[in-house]
């Protein structure tokens, strides 16, 4: 259904979820993020990072390690809590939270009553404004008491990594997850109070075939899923040690990833969804996200696409990223120098970047060509940009009407390369990225 041009995707490219991007972060003073936070004026939301999992995956990119160690896991927590005690104290008061999301790794990698802690210990030393609550979650360690504390707090909102249901792809991913213990999963969220579901669904996948996907595509559709990101596998064992286990020669080549993509985005289209850009779904008439992109609320952050109003998103635990109007800081990634530094209350971004006017401008029309397909670029700005983006143009992928630059349905799945052209770190920059489908 979308024209293919491989040479406009040969160049890797960020996903996007901020800009600058965390590529291109670099040491920062803890006291930059303190002033952040004591003169932070708007309501906030929070994001918690537990970066364990009670199984590893050879694919998974996100820092995270096994909980098989307790002491290492409980001491990781008394941080946390610490850091939310300093954190919550340098925000003026008054200052409201709105958003709670909690990721990894798997939150549900420590014990439910850990949980329910952690949740006290936000309600007590932040202001909490009926937040929404969000949860991602590994199926393969969800068990009833862990949904029932979910309904206990109120979480709305819970994403699953299932990635796929192919018995043969799942055991090349190291992530084997019988459909019974997802559909369990689905059971007692729903029970739980759960109104928004996500799956998270990859194609890419080594020995994935087309069939593969679509049959994942179906059995999704049929739990109920509101909410599907549908992520290509990006393949970057120097990068991510752990990748190694996976074998290279056995994944689709990028042919078959682009027909994937494809099928994926026509299948949701027509079976309910509203594509929330060109790898999400949401499902129509029902789910914020999909309202989000209707209403023109759509936004990105860390967590990907969003319908979150905040312009400040404060990241709490080891490699978390807090992100406001003018800075981009991170917390110290690895977890015994964060579990020291926070557990005695220091602040521990020691990463991130500093965001001028005009990192804000392009980051504005990154977000709007990814949120809305079309932003309002500027006279000089498109005299930038013109030459790369004249291939785009001449094959119909994107149009130029005076000031406003549009992507064109055809050219949905070359929307990040596109975006890129307006990165000004890109051109000085020589990480590796994912594919761009």
Same mark, same amino acid.
């Not at 059971?187 to 593969?212: C, H, I, K």
């Not at 990748?243 to 027509?270: C, H, K, N």
């Not at 690895?334 to 990463?351: F, I, P, V």
């Not at 005299?383 to 349905?409: H, K, N, Q, T, Y």
């Given at each position: 259904?979308?024209?293919?041009?491989?040479?406009?995707?040969?160049?890797?490219?960020?996903?996007?979820?901020?800009?600058?991007?965390?590529?291109?972060?670099?040491?920062?003073?803890?006291?930059?993020?303190?002033?952040?936070?004591?003169?932070?004026?708007?309501?906030?939301?929070?994001?918690?990072?537990?970066?364990?999992?009670?199984?590893?995956?050879?694919?998974?990119?996100?820092?995270?390690?096994?909980?098989?160690?307790?002491?290492?896991?409980?001491?990781?927590?008394?941080?946390?809590?610490?850091?939310?005690?300093?954190?919550?104290?340098?925000?003026?008061?008054? @200052? !409201? $939270?709105?958003?709670?999301?909690?990721?990894?790794?798997?939150?549900? #990698?420590?014990? +439910?009553?850990?949980?329910? &802690?952690?949740?006290?210990?936000?309600?007590?030393?932040?202001?909490?404004?009926?937040?929404?609550?969000?949860?991602?979650?590994?199926?393969?360690?969800?068990?009833?008491?862990?949904?029932?504390?979910?309904?206990?707090?109120?979480?709305?909102?819970?994403?699953?990594?299932?990635?796929?249901?192919?018995?043969?792809?799942?055991?090349?991913?190291?992530?084997?997850?019988?459909?019974?213990?997802?559909?369990?999963?689905?059971?007692?969220?729903?029970?739980?109070?759960?109104?928004?579901?996500?799956?998270?669904?990859?194609?890419?996948?080594?020995?994935?075939?087309?069939?593969?996907?679509?049959?994942?595509?179906?059995? @999704? !559709? $049929?739990?109920?899923?509101?909410?599907?990101?549908?992520?290509?596998? #990006?393949?970057? +064992?120097?990068?991510?040690? &752990?990748?190694?286990?996976?074998?290279?020669?056995?994944?689709?080549?990028?042919?078959?990833?682009?027909?994937?993509?494809?099928?994926?985005?026509?299948?949701?289209?027509?079976?309910?969804?509203?594509?929330?850009?060109?790898?999400?779904?949401?499902?129509?008439?029902?789910?914020?996200?999909?309202?989000?992109?209707?209403?023109?609320?759509?936004?990105?952050?860390?967590?990907?696409?969003?319908?979150?109003?905040?312009?400040?998103?404060?990241?709490?635990?080891?490699?978390?990223?807090?992100?406001?109007?003018?800075?981009?800081?991170?917390?110290?990634?690895?977890?015994?120098?964060?579990?020291?530094?926070?557990?005695?209350?220091?602040?521990?971004?020691?990463?991130?970047?500093?965001?001028?006017?005009?990192?804000?401008?392009?980051?504005?029309?990154?977000?709007?060509?990814?949120?809305?397909?079309?932003?309002?670029?500027?006279?000089?700005?498109?005299?930038?940009?013109?030459?790369?983006?004249?291939?785009?143009?001449?094959?119909?992928?994107?149009?130029?009407?005076?000031?406003?630059?549009?992507?064109?349905?055809?050219?949905?799945?070359?929307?990040?390369?596109?975006?890129?052209?307006?990165?000004?770190?890109?051109?000085?920059?020589?990480?590796?990225?994912?594919?761009?489908?």
């Amino acid at each position: 259904m979308w024209p293919y041009y491989p040479e406009l995707l040969e160049t890797p490219v960020p996903r996007y979820t901020s800009y600058p991007t965390a590529a291109d972060f670099d040491l920062l003073p803890a006291c930059h993020y303190r002033t952040e936070l004591e003169r932070t004026q708007s309501d906030v939301s929070l994001y918690l990072h537990i970066p364990f999992c009670e199984q590893i995956c050879y694919y998974c990119g996100c820092n995270t390690g096994k909980a098989n160690k307790r002491q290492r896991l409980e001491s990781y927590l008394r941080a946390l809590h610490r850091e939310i005690e300093t954190v919550a104290a340098l925000l003026p008061r008054g @200052t !409201r $939270v709105g958003r709670v999301a909690f990721g990894g790794g798997s939150p549900n #990698a420590i014990a +439910p009553v850990e949980f329910l &802690r952690l949740v006290d210990a936000l309600t007590i030393h932040f202001e909490m404004d009926d937040p929404i609550f969000s949860i991602e979650l590994d199926p393969r360690t969800m068990t009833k008491d862990w949904a029932q504390v979910l309904g206990a707090v109120g979480v709305e909102r819970a994403s699953l990594g299932v990635q796929t249901f192919a018995t043969h792809c799942q055991q090349t991913i190291g992530r084997v997850q019988p459909e019974d213990q997802i559909v369990q999963t689905v059971d007692w969220l729903r029970e739980a109070g759960v109104t928004s579901l996500n799956f998270d669904l990859m194609y890419g996948l080594p020995g994935q075939s087309l069939a593969d996907l679509e049959d994942s595509m179906h059995r @999704t !559709r $049929v739990l109920g899923a509101d909410r599907v990101a549908l992520f290509g596998y #990006a393949h970057v +064992p120097h990068v991510v040690p &752990r990748q190694r286990m996976i074998d290279a020669s056995d994944l689709p080549g990028r042919d078959a990833r682009f027909e994937m993509a494809a099928t994926g985005f026509g299948y949701f289209l027509t079976h309910g969804y509203l594509p929330v850009g060109f790898d999400h779904f949401a499902r129509a008439g029902g789910d914020p996200l999909a309202a989000a992109v209707t209403s023109g609320g759509l936004k990105r952050n860390f967590q990907g696409f969003t319908d979150d109003p905040s312009d400040v998103l404060i990241g709490l635990g080891a490699s978390a990223i807090s992100s406001f109007p003018g800075l981009i800081a991170q917390n110290e990634k690895n977890s015994g120098r964060y579990r020291m530094q926070a557990g005695e209350g220091h602040l521990t971004a020691n990463r991130g970047i500093h965001r001028t006017a005009d990192d804000r401008y392009r980051g504005a029309i990154i977000e709007r060509l990814l949120c809305e397909g079309r932003s309002r670029v500027g006279a000089r700005m498109l005299s930038e940009v013109a030459p790369r983006l004249a291939p785009f143009v001449d094959r119909g992928l994107a149009s130029i009407d005076r000031e406003w630059l549009r992507i064109e349905p055809d050219g949905l799945p070359y929307a990040r390369t596109i975006a890129s052209l307006f990165d000004a770190y890109r051109t000085v920059s020589p990480r590796q990225f994912s594919s761009a489908v």
